[in-house]
């Protein structure tokens, strides 16, 4: 049974800094595409970033761009999402998502590929 468990979210400040891990058990986390969405209160579920079986290419909202980066480590089956300069807007419960893909260089933004996704975790950024 696959599950995804996510940690790392908590309460800080405009202008700080978190890091989101989430691990992958049960299954080969090398063989799944990665991505972590974040649902807003009053929002729907929408992408933060993405990244692909093979790592590298990582895709990221125009919102987060410059400021959020995913990345993979597959010996330890972890994605991560560092967040930086994390304004109030970005405020909402993370989650982590993944699908099997054939390809090592695909990835997406569509939450209806995804077949696992994890608890989520809350961000909440406020002075």
């Known amino acids: 049974q696959v599950q995804l468990v996510e940690s790392g979210g908590g309460l800080v400040e405009p202008g700080g800094s978190l890091r989101l891990t989430c691990a992958l058990s049960?299954?080969?986390?090398?063989?799944?595409?990665m991505g972590w969405f974040r649902q807003a209160p009053g929002k729907e579920r929408g992408p933060v970033a993405a990244?692909?079986?093979?790592?590298?290419?990582?895709r990221y909202a125009a919102s987060v761009k410059g400021r959020f980066t995913i990345d993979r480590d597959n010996a330890k089956n972890m994605v991560y999402l560092q967040m930086d300069s994390l304004k109030p807007e970005d405020t909402g419960v993370y989650y982590c998502?993944?699908?099997?893909?054939?390809?090592?260089?695909?990835?997406?933004?569509?939450?209806?590929?995804?077949?696992?996704w994890g608890q989520g975790t809350q961000v909440t950024v406020s002075s």
């Open positions: 990244i692909r079986r093979a790592g590298g290419s990582p």
């Open positions: 049960g299954d080969t986390f090398s063989d799944y595409t």
């Open positions: 998502g993944g699908f099997v893909t054939h390809s090592p260089y695909y990835s997406s933004f569509d939450a209806r590929e995804y077949d696992y």
